[in-house]
């Protein structure tokens, strides 16, 4: 008589095996809280609980302050009109999203890198002068794009004198304005992307409707006419285009 050994009770004793010579290598953790020997130390310190929060406040910087924004709403609303909500799928979008997001914010972030983030780095700039310093350039980049109704309107709630200049506003101002401005301008570009498309539903359905056949649903014959005027004109071609140009 022969006794299965069941495999995966082999894979389980061979992964104890390898997790306990793997446990007695690894080596321990300590973490000490003491006085600082040195100004130094305590200017590390500083830097990473800085580090610490921004990568933590990442997602909301890029999608709120930047043109993240604008971009995932106009690629969501192309998909919808195509009439496939599952493709591209959404990992794909948001990483495209992502790409040209740096792709349109590296001259921004260039200058913030050399006019705050490496002055302070060295110390020659004090944390709070970086924050100030740093802060304008992404400020400039959301007033271009940003309505002036739309930030009239968050000074009057916030009770604000009007400003001189644009440029005075502070950013907690400036942020909202520049995100209802984006989605104004998204649902713009988006409705004028959902013409064609829509005109091509029209067409499909008449046809049908006068051949009689009110069984067949008019969107899956419109499917394929629709992707093939989007490939014909180069679609993701005159998208991207759009939309990068939109921010110059």
């Known amino acids: 008589m022969k006794v299965k050994f069941p495999v995966y009770l082999l ?42 929060t921004l990568i933590s406040m990442a997602p909301a910087f890029l999608v709120l302050m930047t043109s993240f924004t604008r971009i995932i709403v106009v690629l969501s609303l192309l998909r919808t009109a195509l009439g ?37 780095l060295q110390n020659q700039i004090s944390q709070q002068e970086a924050q100030e310093i740093g802060a304008k350039p992404l400020c400039d980049f959301m007033l271009r794009q940003t309505r002036e109704r ?3 309107l968050f000074i009057n709630l916030a009770k604000m004198e ?16 520049f995100v209802i401005s984006e989605l104004k301008t998204a649902f713009e570009i988006g409705f004028m992307l959902f013409i064609p498309f829509l005109v091509i539903d029209m067409v ?10 009110f069984m067949l649903p008019p969107v899956m014959i419109a499917l394929p006419f629709k ?5 014909m004109v180069d679609g993701w071609y005159l998208v991207v285009k759009s939309l990068v140009e939109s921010f110059r």
Do not use: C, W
Request: net charge negative.
């Open 11 to 52: 894979v389980f004793v061979v992964t104890i095996m390898f997790a306990r010579e793997a446990a007695a290598q690894l080596p321990s953790i300590d973490l000490n809280i003491r006085p600082a020997d040195s100004p130094e130390q305590v200017v590390d310190t500083v830097k990473l609980l800085v580090l610490l």
């Open 162 to 177: 009007k400003p001189e200049r644009p440029e005075d506003v502070p950013i907690h101002v400036v942020i909202p304005s």
């Open 227 to 231: 992707l093939l005027l989007f490939v």
């Open 150 to 152: 739309d930030l009239g």
């Open 84 to 120: 496939v909500p599952s493709a591209p799928a959404n990992q794909i979008l948001i990483g495209l999203t992502i790409f040209l997001t740096i792709f349109i914010m590296a001259p921004t972030y260039k200058q913030i890198n050399e006019q705050a983030i490496q002055p302070y």
């Open 204 to 213: 499909v359905a008449s046809i049908l409707m006068s051949m009689g056949m």
